[in-house]
């Protein structure tokens, strides 16, 4: 199956650790996105990259870090520094060619 | 930047009956504007688009509006169906952009 798979689903953590969320899509895609979902609040874009070894911040990067080493991946660290980090994040990924963007299932994150 | 808003936050239709989410933006170079559908604990998923040289675009019981003039475009639903419960997302881009912006988002209730 083609797509885009985050892991793990639910992820529980202490304040004050960092934590990596995964993000795979074999769709061959060159732009990833990871988006941050609160209630009321809509997609809110944290960071974007639009090809390996390069990426840019979104509307709401601080206390969040990313890398691209390779096509198909694109994890995200929530830093300690990101003060309310329990969220819903969405990963997405698309072609320069068309505008349409594809979601992953989603990681809940609870940090206590 | 670009802008968009929308409206109704909460949505409660009879099933059979229609369904209308409004949807404005700020720029007017935005030239494509996809819907998408959330269901509850997934990922969003395109459901339709229109790009800024068409006025409506249909499939099946969706259509989407777009008046270019006032910068609001609109999601219309017919015979709506239990299924059709979920959360839409209205948004926007420039043509070349990375990015999208998103609206925060319709929670539709189908009431039988």
Redesign the interface.
């Known amino acids: 199956d083609g797509g885009?798979t985050q892991s793990p689903k639910y992820l529980f953590r202490k304040e004050g650790q960092n934590v990596t969320l995964s993000c795979e899509q074999n769709l061959n895609h060159d732009?990833m996105y990871w988006y941050r979902q609160d209630p009321?609040?809509?997609?809110r874009?944290i960071y974007?990259s639009?090809i390996v070894n390069d990426f840019?911040k979104?509307d709401i990067a601080e206390g969040y870090s990313v890398s691209r080493e390779k096509k198909e991946s694109f994890p995200l660290t929530v830093t300690s520094a990101q003060k309310n980090p329990t969220a819903f994040y969405?990963c997405?990924s698309s072609n320069p060619d068309s505008?349409?963007?594809y979601?992953?299932?989603?990681t809940r994150l609870t940090v206590t | 930047g670009e802008n968009v808003e929308?409206h109704p936050?909460t949505l409660s239709v009879q099933e059979g009956d229609s369904a209308v989410i409004k949807c404005t933006y700020s720029d007017s170079a935005s030239n494509?504007f996809?819907w998408?559908k959330q269901e509850l604990?997934?990922?969003?998923?395109?459901i339709i688009?229109i790009r800024s040289n068409v006025g409506e675009k249909k499939d099946q019981r969706i259509a989407v509006t777009l008046n270019k003039t006032a910068k609001h475009f609109s999601l219309h639903i017919t015979e709506t169906q239990p299924e059709d419960s979920a959360v839409y997302?209205c948004a926007a881009?420039l043509h070349g952009d990375?990015?999208?912006i998103?609206?925060?988002?319709t929670r539709l209730h189908i009431l039988p």
């Open positions: 885009i732009a009321g609040q809509g997609l874009l974007y639009q840019q979104g969405l997405a505008y349409e963007q979601f992953g299932p989603g | 929308q936050s494509y996809p998408y604990g997934k990922g969003p998923q395109l688009d997302f881009t990375d990015k999208i998103f609206g925060k988002g």
